[in-house]
């Protein structure tokens, strides 16, 4: 394996560096922390100083933190809060999205392969970027935080089965197959774990908290792995065996006592967020191919062209789940909350420029849009639903206008 000693020392460095910027400029302005770790990869890598390169092992960590990102957003997904109007009705924005998408993608692209690529892009919405985002500001459990979570949930789980139908190489009939074999075993899973097959792990996961054996994170370890690996094996892309985990794990650990449920994930968000996933966004960074959209400048004009793309196909019908009565401001708000993208774009146009259907070029500004979403429309976003009317009546001595719509 190529390993370089730059990056052992170098990653690390990054993934310390990017809160402690992060949490000085957020004094004056809040931008997400995936933003400065894709940054700092992309100073510090080969496309401007070249101080660190991605190796094999940076490699290998990053496809883990990628599949940590999509396992926590499976495990935070609450389907008992977002289940009835918001799920429906972001799973109606997200259908339209993907139509549009594919509709624009295939006018605009070179070829039909190419427009399936970017309209599959273009669907998506960053859910795992978004929960941190949400859960600092206090808005998971608010009825606004359950609307994005219900379009975020959408966002990346109906990419997942597009890439595993469509862009698998696989005949679409093929393709079904093999998904209707996964959904087979995943559902059977979720059924058994919903029906409380876990519970006779509770009191082992209890007693080896604080202990060396540690059985809940070695058992998430378990879980991911072996759902991930089932993907691979069936040809279907890892990331949708993750999302799976991490619902198959929620329901797992459903009714353990709170207090050891808060711990458990507590030890989740340490072994993810404080480790595997700042590898993905700082290699996202460092892999970068600056040059390639730089040197093209009808490369680099797709960039705020895909940004304003990502609005009006994906963030536009978001807009249709925010929760009822909601003010002009606030579905603004959805909408670019709901134009958030990057994971997933980052792991379709790897598979575009991999099959031959992208270039370089086309790829890099597809990642480059999405890296502008992630910086700019949460910031926006958030700003602008704190100054909609609906969040001030909300504030301690208001009452809050959508807790009976939502109950």
Same mark, same amino acid.
């Given at each position: 394996?190529?390993?370089?000693?730059?990056?052992?020392?170098?990653?690390?460095?990054?993934?310390?560096?990017?809160?402690?910027?992060?949490?000085?400029?957020?004094?004056?302005?809040?931008?997400?922390?995936?933003?400065?770790?894709?940054?700092?990869?992309?100073?510090?890598?080969?496309?401007?100083?070249?101080?660190? *390169?991605?190796?094999? !092992?940076? #490699?290998?960590?990053?496809?883990?933190?990628?599949?940590?990102?999509?396992?926590?957003?499976?495990?935070?997904?609450?389907?008992?809060?977002? *289940?009835?109007?918001?799920?429906?009705?972001?799973?109606?924005?997200?259908?339209?999205?993907?139509?549009?998408?594919?509709?624009?993608?295939?006018?605009?692209?070179?070829?039909?392969?190419?427009?399936?690529?970017?309209?599959?892009?273009?669907?998506?919405?960053?859910?795992?970027?978004?929960?941190?985002?949400?859960?600092?500001?206090?808005?998971?459990?608010?009825?606004?935080?359950?609307?994005?979570?219900?379009?975020?949930?959408?966002?990346?789980?109906?990419?997942?089965?597009?890439?595993?139908?469509?862009?698998?190489?696989?005949?679409?009939?093929?393709?079904?197959?093999?998904?209707?074999?996964?959904?087979?075993?995943?559902?059977?899973?979720?059924?058994?774990?919903?029906?409380?097959?876990?519970?006779?792990?509770?009191?082992?996961?209890?007693?080896?908290?604080?202990?060396?054996?540690?059985?809940?994170?070695?058992?998430?370890?378990?879980?991911?792995?072996?759902?991930?690996?089932?993907?691979?094996?069936?040809?279907?892309?890892?990331?949708?065996?993750?999302?799976?985990?991490?619902?198959?794990?929620?329901?797992?650990?459903?009714?353990?006592?709170?207090?050891?449920?808060?711990?458990?994930?507590?030890?989740?968000?340490?072994?993810?967020?404080?480790?595997?996933?700042?590898?993905?966004?700082?290699?996202?960074?460092?892999?970068?191919?600056?040059?390639?959209?730089?040197?093209?400048?009808?490369?680099?004009?797709?960039?705020?062209?895909?940004?304003?793309?990502?609005?009006?196909?994906?963030?536009?019908?978001?807009?249709?789940?925010?929760?009822?009565?909601?003010?002009?401001?606030?579905?603004?708000?959805?909408?670019?909350?709901?134009?958030?993208?990057?994971?997933?774009?980052?792991?379709?146009?790897?598979?575009?420029?991999?099959?031959?259907?992208?270039?370089?070029?086309?790829?890099?500004?597809?990642?480059? !849009?999405?890296?502008?979403?992630?910086?700019?429309?949460?910031?926006?976003?958030?700003?602008? #639903?704190? *100054?909609?009317?609906?969040?001030?009546?909300?504030?301690?001595?208001?009452?809050?206008?959508?807790?009976?719509?939502?109950?």
């Amino acid at each position: 394996m190529n390993v370089s000693v730059s990056g052992l020392v170098f990653v690390p460095l990054i993934a310390v560096a990017a809160p402690l910027i992060a949490a000085a400029l957020g004094r004056f302005v809040k931008i997400p922390l995936v933003v400065f770790e894709i940054l700092l990869g992309l100073i510090l890598g080969p496309a401007v100083l070249g101080w660190v *390169r991605s190796d094999d !092992a940076i #490699h290998l960590l990053s496809e883990f933190g990628l599949a940590m990102l999509f396992f926590l957003a499976g495990n935070e997904i609450d389907f008992g809060a977002i *289940r009835g109007r918001p799920l429906n009705r972001a799973m109606t924005g997200w259908l339209i999205s993907l139509v549009a998408g594919v509709a624009i993608g295939i006018a605009f692209a070179p070829s039909v392969g190419a427009g399936v690529f970017i309209g599959v892009a273009l669907s998506s919405t960053a859910l795992g970027t978004l929960m941190p985002v949400l859960r600092d500001a206090g808005e998971l459990r608010s009825p606004f935080g359950i609307a994005i979570l219900a379009i975020g949930a959408v966002g990346e789980f109906g990419p997942l089965l597009a890439i595993s139908l469509f862009l698998s190489g696989r005949s679409p009939a093929q393709a079904t197959l093999v998904l209707v074999g996964f959904a087979i075993v995943a559902g059977a899973a979720i059924w058994l774990a919903a029906r409380g097959a876990g519970r006779g792990l509770h009191r082992f996961v209890t007693s080896t908290l604080h202990t060396s054996g540690q059985f809940a994170v070695r058992l998430v370890m378990f879980v991911l792995l072996a759902l991930v690996a089932l993907s691979i094996v069936l040809g279907l892309d890892m990331l949708l065996g993750a999302f799976a985990a991490g619902v198959i794990y929620r329901l797992l650990l459903s009714g353990a006592p709170e207090r050891d449920a808060e711990q458990i994930e507590s030890k989740l968000e340490a072994v993810g967020y404080g480790f595997l996933v700042p590898v993905f966004f700082i290699n996202t960074g460092l892999t970068f191919d600056l040059g390639a959209l730089l040197s093209d400048p009808r490369a680099l004009l797709l960039v705020p062209i895909f940004v304003l793309l990502l609005i009006v196909v994906r963030g536009l019908p978001s807009g249709i789940a925010a929760p009822a009565g909601s003010s002009l401001i606030d579905r603004g708000a959805v909408v670019l909350l709901g134009a958030t993208g990057l994971p997933i774009i980052v792991a379709v146009s790897n598979i575009g420029v991999q099959q031959g259907d992208l270039t370089t070029a086309t790829a890099a500004a597809l990642v480059g !849009a999405g890296m502008l979403t992630v910086l700019l429309f949460p910031l926006i976003g958030l700003a602008m #639903h704190k *100054r909609a009317p609906e969040h001030l009546d909300s504030e301690p001595g208001g009452p809050h206008p959508f807790i009976a719509e939502q109950g």
